[in-house]
């Protein structure tokens, strides 16, 4: 299944992520992959049927799935309700999907070094399909309380000159680094 998705991404590279509202836009767009944020037990089915009948696959956030149990009840539920894979930060839960034969998608925060190093040994014990890094969107945040005129420090996961320049160029006054190395630029 993983090949498959990987296919879907080639011809659309973005995934909606739905939380509430949205699914209509979803469904109408080119996009081939679907990620339910919040869903329920009581509509899940009902949702991934309509994410179905739309010719895209179907991604619930386990960890986020009211109603549904975060255990090997709640995967094998998803299962039957027909979504095509589970979202999520724990590794057993992960583990446990793979299990089902569902494709996996470990959610993982990249806050800072020593967070990410934890985050790469999560995501060996779960050995997921797709690691799902957050933020994705810091320059776009940089960007956006520098356009505020908010000054900005950039901070976190900064480890090369390009990080910094990058940072830099989207707006930020400064950046933080652990980085020695990156201390004397």
Request: hydrophobic content about 45%; some cysteine.
């Amino acid at each position: 299944m993983t090949k498959d998705v990987l296919k879907i991404f080639e011809n659309c590279p973005v995934i909606p992520a739905i939380k509430g509202s949205g699914l209509a836009d979803a469904l109408g767009s080119p996009c081939g992959v679907v990620f339910l944020l919040n869903c329920d037990i009581l509509t899940i089915a009902d949702t991934v049927r309509s994410i179905h009948a739309a010719g895209k696959k179907a991604y619930i956030h386990i960890d986020l799935a009211d109603g549904i149990g975060k255990d090997c009840s709640g995967i094998k539920f998803v299962k039957q309700c027909g979504a095509d894979g589970i979202i999520s930060t724990k590794a057993a839960l992960i583990r446990m999907a793979k299990e089902q034969e569902l494709t996996t998608v470990q959610r993982i925060f990249a806050l800072d070094s020593k967070g990410l190093a934890s985050a790469i040994e999560t995501v060996k014990s779960g050995n997921p399909d797709f690691v799902e890094i957050l933020p994705g969107i810091a320059l776009k945040a940089i960007k956006l309380f520098a356009n505020a005129k908010i000054p900005v420090i950039a901070g976190g996961l900064i480890s090369e000159k390009s990080e910094i320049f990058a940072a830099i160029d989207s707006g930020a006054i400064a950046v933080s680094t652990g980085k020695k190395e990156l201390w004397n630029m």
